[in-house]
DNA sequence: CTTACAATTCGATACTTATCAAATTATAAA
DNA sequence: TTTATAATTTGATAAGTATCGAATTGTAAG
């Protein structure tokens, strides 16, 4: 991964509320494990103190640096964390593999 | 650690030429472990495209973030990186921690 | 003390972006 | 087909920031 791809997906993170909004994706989808469920994005627009076009434009740039997947299910959104991404980027700045 | 402080942490990085910067100065504290030599910032200033003075702005926003530690020596300013900062991140982000 | 060099501070500018309100699209239910 | 809800798009604005040139400060060498 190149610095401008990981400075990408460091941007992404930057932002308080896009940050929250990516813990609380993943703390869903830890606690969803077992049930197989998603993470519905519907569910956490409540408990943000932002407006639904707001986390739409988050959501984006969080896919956009692949940080997470999302996909549609019906009339609501399904969003996943990607596992790659994140270890990828901690194994760069973590200078485990140079 | 709370997502205000992770958020800024990321934010330091996520300026492309100063991720890079952090990242030379990873290296350089790596390379330079067995003599024990230190990064100098003087030595970097010529590798990276911009000013001293954009240099000096990030530095003070990569020590800002605890990401680094710097110490005058003399004329020139050492800097080091701090990997409590940068493992602990990785930790949250990762899940390894909940 | 003067000179030279490393680094910082200051002021300005161009660019980016987080957020919202309003309008629109997508989908399921009635 | 109409209605209701979830999500997105658009347009606008306010706030933040990366970068530079010029001036300044800190420090060592001559």
Redesign the pocket.
């Known amino acids: 991964m190149d610095s401008a791809k990981l400075s990408k997906i460091m941007?992404a993170l930057?932002?308080q509320?896009?940050l929250e909004l990516y813990l609380q994706i993943a703390k869903q989808s830890e606690a969803n494990f077992e049930t197989g469920c998603e993470c519905?994005?519907?569910d956490i627009?409540g408990s943000l103190s932002?407006?639904?076009?707001?986390?739409?434009?988050?959501?984006?740039?969080l896919a956009n640096a692949d940080l997470i997947i999302?996909e549609?299910r019906?009339?609501?959104?399904a969003a996943r964390i990607n596992k790659e991404t994140i270890q990828a980027s901690s194994a760069i700045l973590s200078l485990v593999e140079k």
């Open positions: 941007k930057s932002n509320t896009r519905l994005i519907t627009v932002i407006g639904a076009p707001t986390i739409s434009h988050h959501l984006k740039e999302t549609r019906g009339k609501f959104l």
